[in-house]
Structure formats: structure tokens, C-alpha cells
């Protein structure tokens, strides 16, 4: 029996579980949007042309068995794949970016997107991604601040502090575009890099704003369809459940000038920061391979910023 949570899932996607079915324009490519927490959003983005149609699909990190079968019925009668990379086999699935591929119809493309990630005006926030369960996130907030992280390397209990100079905050900065543009690279995806280089606004290190999503948007679009132009909606930001602290030091280091981000919201609510800080640190004592997939994969990050003293 179907459980109410799982209905209404099934209700939301309602034309990827064929619960309903919504007309086409034979005139317009269709496109299959496949991603993580981003695509949706880049989706909407691309519907808003007009020049596309496509539905909501869940998340690629929540896929079942049964997703993935029909998945390839929708592949089946794609014109475009939309795609971050996805390693193939992925999570024990055939998602695969090239496995997916191999599903569409003869003359059907496939146009990938980076995963985007920007850190420069929140330099100690990190993803990490624990190797006994890389879906393992911290409490109170999903993210890692390498504060937070390198005192519990050190088994401390308050986040350690450091006062990078400008000239470092820059440079970390540049790594960060640095990282985006060798995976736009390596993927051989559509390039959004250059926008990180006017230091854009997020709501977190991987939550872009409304502009950015629209800038990356476009770019797909025309790499799908000529002509055309992405709308991003007016009264809300796609991503913005979930706002970070934008650092001072950052801000000022890149000529950003950011108001009323002094701390983590969820949902407009101020997150307590002694309490994201106890838990967080509990955290790593319960689970010390993170800290140690931490401290490997952003030794370059926490050196620069001065965080190894």
C-alpha cells in the first residue's frame, strides 16, 4: 500500500509516475532535465522560454529501481538530455550520464551542466562527503564550516579563528572559479566559470541565485534550441530555503557589497550559531572519518586561509 509521504511524491511527479499526462507541442523539442538539487530549478528556467517542453523528475541522488525503468520510457522519446555529469552506474543505478545517452532515440542530443559550487564569499563552508556514506550531512545546517571542522581535528570546542588577508581571500576566491572551470572542462559541459568572476550573490556555496541559475539556464537553452530567452521568477528565489552568512572579509576582499547576511537562516528563521557549532561538533566526534575526508580533500583551502596555525 502506498503511504501518504510516497503518494503525495508520486502526485508532485505526477507526469514521470504517469499518474497524469500533459500535452506536448510537436512543435517544441522535449527536453529530459537530470540532475540534483539544481536541475529542477534550471528546468523551470528552460520551460520559461517557451521554446522547450519538459516535467518535474525527481532528484537523481532519490531514484529507486523503479525510477530508472521509467526513466528509460521517457528517454525513449526525449529530443534533448539535459544532464549534470553522473558517473555511471551511479549509487547502484544505470544513471550514468553516457549510459542515459545510449537510451535516446536516433538523432537525439544530450547537453550536460556543471554541478555549480561557489565558496568565495562564504570561504569556510565546504561539502564533504563522508566515504562509509557519502550521504551523511551534518546537524542544524547540511554544510561543513572548516572553523568547525579543524577544531574538531584538534579536539577543541570552539570553532578556531583566523583573519586571512585579502589578497588570501582572492585567492581563494580564484580556486573556487578554478575548480568550476576544470570540471566544465573535463566534462566537456556548457561553461559557466566566467560568471564566478563577478562574485555573485548565493544563497549557499552550491544554492545559486535566481541570476545565476538564469545565466546558466540560457546558456543551455540556446545550446538546445536557437532563439529564445529564460524568465526567472519575479516574486521568489528557486533555491533560497536556506541562506548562509556571506563573510565580511570575503565581501570586502571581492568589492561585494552584502547587507543583512550575518547568519544561517532557514526559511527567514535566524539559526542559533552556539548551537550549530555544539552539534556540529558532536558530529565529528561521532563520526571521525569525516573530519579526516575533510581535512584531505580542503587542505589547500584551510592552509590559505590560514586555518593549519
Known sequence: MTSPPDLARRQHYGDFYRIRTTPRDADR???????NCQAESLRILLDSSGRVD?????????????????????????????????RDDYRGLPLGTAQLAELLPPGARTVTFPVLRWDG???????????????????????????ILVAASRGLDRPVETQPSAA???????????????????????????????????????????????????????????????????DREMLGGLSAPVDPGAAAALGVDVAGREQWRAGGVPVDPELLVREQLEFYRRHPGVVEAGMARHAERIELLGLDR
Request: no cysteine; glycine share 6%; hydrophobic share 45%.
Open 168 to 234: 588570501a581571500l582572492r585567492t581563494a576566491a580564484g580556486l573556487s572559479v578554478g575548480q568550476l572551470r576544470t570540471r566544465e572542462q573535463h566534462h566537456g559541459t556548457v561553461a559557466v566559470s566566467d560568471v564566478l568572476e563577478t562574485a555573485p550573490v548565493w544563497h549557499t556555496i552550491n544554492h545559486p541565485s535566481n541570476a545565476t541559475l538564469a545565466a546558466l539556464a540560457q546558456r543551455v537553452l540556446d545550446a538546445v534550441v536557437a532563439g529564445g530567452t529564460v524568465i526567472a521568477p519575479a
Open 29 to 35: 523539442p522535449f527536453v529530459t532535465v537530470l540532475g
Open 121 to 147: 564569499l562564504m570561504p569556510y563552508h565546504a561539502i564533504v562527503r563522508d566515504p562509509a556514506d557519502p550521504s551523511l550531512t551534518p546537524p542544524v545546517v547540511p554544510y561543513h564550516d572548516l572553523r
Open 54 to 86: 519538459s516535467f518535474r523528475i525527481p532528484a537523481v541522488h532519490e531514484f529507486t529501481a523503479e525510477d530508472a525503468e521509467l526513466l528509460r520510457g521517457i528517454l525513449a522519446r526525449t529530443d534533448v538530455l539535459v544532464s549534470q555529469p553522473i
